[in-house]
């Protein structure tokens, strides 16, 4: 199953549309995001400074909760949202509101660990309708004319999966190369102020009375970008763990939170172990030393034991070297 085939089936069942009309929706949402300045991330801008940044926080958070309908117009805008009914073959109310329920569910997909990528990542672009569907599709034409011509002309029957597996090849080497291209621009430090200033946004936004599991949300949206093989924090990140650490201090009373420590897969992954306790303890120790309860907080380092995605590109070491809260009382 594709990386959002379960989002277009349960807009499907939920909204009684068919397939075609949900798949629609999903190409049509994706083109839009695409079209933004800087992608998602100029997506969820404008979604915040529509006053939806609790909403935005939640969803890099990896809660998909819907958003209401005016929320979604209030960003995208009546023209757009009816262009989009008009492609998908629905009214704009049935639009609105699939809309309102799949954008949540697509950000969580497109921002794994509440890392927003740069570009669409690649597993995606199949679900657009624009040149990547099209040269997918030209491609499966292609090998069924083939076929077709190899079945009249009383070819070995042996030789059209030959040609099928040469156009598969085509296909690969070209989705291969526009990763290779797109993976170029990716910008670590833009990705790090990006993750502060949205884990920032999040602590302000807490409410008194907030839950561990709150609190846990809004730290797990920041970056400590270590440098290579160091447990050194960046006095980048001072200013941020120590806002951390005045949330924590009124978190609720008896609370635990374990600072977990991860790294990607390069090198040997004993010292990735070594390297990822050091990290987390780096951490810990310095909350303790702005004032938060020792009791409060454990370290325990999990090398490359837990990537939440591939390390075969640099985006995706990017987001498998993390620390992550979780909250064990």
């Avoid at 529509?50 to 960003?75: F, H, M, R, T, Y």
């Avoid at 629905?90 to 950000?107: E, G, R």
Wanted: charged share 20%.
């Amino acid at each position: 199953m594709g990386a959002m085939d379960l989002v277009i089936n349960e807009v499907e069942n939920r909204f009684g549309i068919s397939s075609g009309n949900a798949s629609s929706l999903l190409s049509s949402l994706l083109g839009y995001i695409n079209e933004q300045g800087s992608g998602l991330r100029g997506l969820l801008d404008r979604f915040r400074q529509a006053g939806s940044g609790d909403s935005v926080s939640s969803w890099l958070s990896g809660n998909a909760k819907p958003i209401s309908v005016e929320s979604l117009e209030n960003v995208m805008g009546g023209n757009a949202i009816s262009t989009v009914a008009s492609r998908a073959g629905l009214s704009a109310a049935t639009t609105a509101s699939a809309l309102a329920f799949m954008l949540p569910k697509v950000v969580t997909r497109l921002a794994p660990g509440g890392v927003v990528p740069t570009h669409l990542p690649a597993e995606f672009t199949s679900y657009l309708s624009g040149p990547t569907a099209a040269v997918a599709s030209g491609a499966r034409q292609a090998a069924y004319a083939a076929r077709t011509a190899a079945e009249r002309t009383e070819f070995p029957r042996y030789i059209w999966p030959i040609i099928g597996l040469i156009v598969a090849a085509i296909i690969a080497f070209w989705l291969w190369n526009r990763a290779s291209v797109r993976h170029v621009a990716f910008n670590v430090e833009d990705q790090v102020r990006f993750a502060t200033q949205r884990a920032t946004d999040a602590l302000a936004a807490l409410k008194p009375g907030f839950s561990a599991q709150d609190l846990a949300n809004a730290l797990n949206l920041d970056v400590i970008n270590f440098a290579p093989s160091s447990a050194e924090i960046p006095q980048s990140s001072y200013d941020f763990l120590g806002k951390a650490a005045a949330a924590m201090k009124l978190a609720p009373a008896g609370t635990v939170i374990e600072v977990g420590g991860h790294t990607d897969a390069t090198g040997d992954a004993a010292a990735n172990m070594q390297l990822s306790q050091q990290r987390a303890d780096a951490v810990r120790d310095y909350l303790v030393k702005q004032g938060v309860d020792p009791n409060m907080l454990t370290a325990r380092g999990y090398g490359d034991t837990k990537p939440v995605t591939s390390n075969d590109t640099d985006e995706g070491k990017f987001r498998n070297r993390r620390i992550e809260f979780t909250v064990l009382k």
